[in-house]
Nanobody, 118 residues
Framework: QVQLVESGGGLVQPGGSLRLSCEAS????????MAWYRQAPGKQRDLVAA???????KYGDSVRGRFTISRDNAKNTVSLQMNSLKPEDMAIYYC????????????WGQGTQVTVSS
């Protein structure tokens, strides 16, 4: 089992920046991929960004160029730097992790709220 705990959410004005972090614990040696998803009210949960053990990254179309995912394997953390935030980025952001061959979201964190508003 893997436990994930997110932090860093909050209120930010449009155009501002926010950094989310997710710390993994438990069977961390088994983790291959970590990712961030988000879900706005009434919408499906969508992939924001993902990163694998070898550093390969993947981004959703709506955040490419504005968001950056990074991973610190020594600290068992994954971070999401969010710049140029827009009101449509407002959502609950979830951290996920998965073993090799299990997709991107075998385990989930509890989520952290990001509010973009003036």
């Amino acid at each position: 089992q893997v436990q994930l705990v997110e932090s860093g959410g909050g209120l930010v004005q449009p155009g501002g920046s926010l950094r989310l972090s997710c710390e993994a614990s438990g069977s961390i040696s088994s983790i291959y991929a970590m990712a961030w998803y988000r879900q706005a009210p009434g919408k499906q949960r969508d992939l924001v960004a993902a990163i694998t053990n070898d550093g390969s990254t993947k981004y959703g179309d709506s955040v490419r160029g504005r968001f950056t995912i990074s991973r610190d394997n020594a600290k068992n953390t994954v971070s999401l730097q969010m710049n140029s935030l827009k009101p449509e980025d407002m959502a609950i952001y979830y951290c996920s992790a998965a073993r090799h061959g299990r997709g991107l979201a075998e385990y989930w964190g509890q989520g952290t709220q990001v509010t973009v508003s003036s």
